[in-house]
C-alpha cells in the first residue's frame, strides 16, 4: 500500500538522516530522559510525554542506534511492575576511559 507523502516531507527525512539532526519527537523523548544516570521504561517515557508506546519505542530504538540513549542494568518497571531493561543516557565521561 502507497500512501502520499509530501516532496517536502520526503526531502526533510532525507537530511535528517544525512546530518544526523534529531526530529522533534526525539529530541522530546531525550528531552524526558534527563541526563545521566536516570533511566526510564518504554511505558514511564510514555506516560511522562504523552506519546503513543508504538512512538515511544520506534524512537527510542532510532536514538540507541544512534548512540543517544544506550540500556541501562535490569530492574523492575515503575508502571508495570516487570523486569525490564530501561533506556538512559550514555555516560558523558565513558570516553575519558
Known amino acids: 500500500m502507497h500512501t ?9 527525512y532525507d537530511r535528517m538522516r544525512k546530518t544526523g539532526e ?4 526525539q529530541q522530546e523523548i531525550l528531552g524526558a530522559v534527563g541526563g545521566y544516570p ?5 511505558q514511564e ?5 504523552g506519546l503513543a508506546i508504538n512512538t515511544v519505542s520506534g524512537r527510542v530504538n532510532e536514538l540507541r542506534a544512534k548512540g543517544q540513549l544506550q540500556l541501562a ?25
Open 73 to 97: 542494568p535490569s530492574r523492575a518497571c515503575k508502571i508495570t511492575g516487570r523486569t525490564i531493561r530501561p533506556v538512559r543516557r550514555p555516560n558523558p565521561q565513558g570516553d575519558l576511559f
Open 38 to 42: 536516570r533511566d526510564y521504561s518504554l
Open 45 to 49: 517515557l510514555a506516560q511522562a510525554t
Open 4 to 12: 502520499a507523502v509530501a516532496h517536502t516531507s520526503i526531502r526533510n
Open 22 to 25: 534529531l526530529g522533534r519527537v
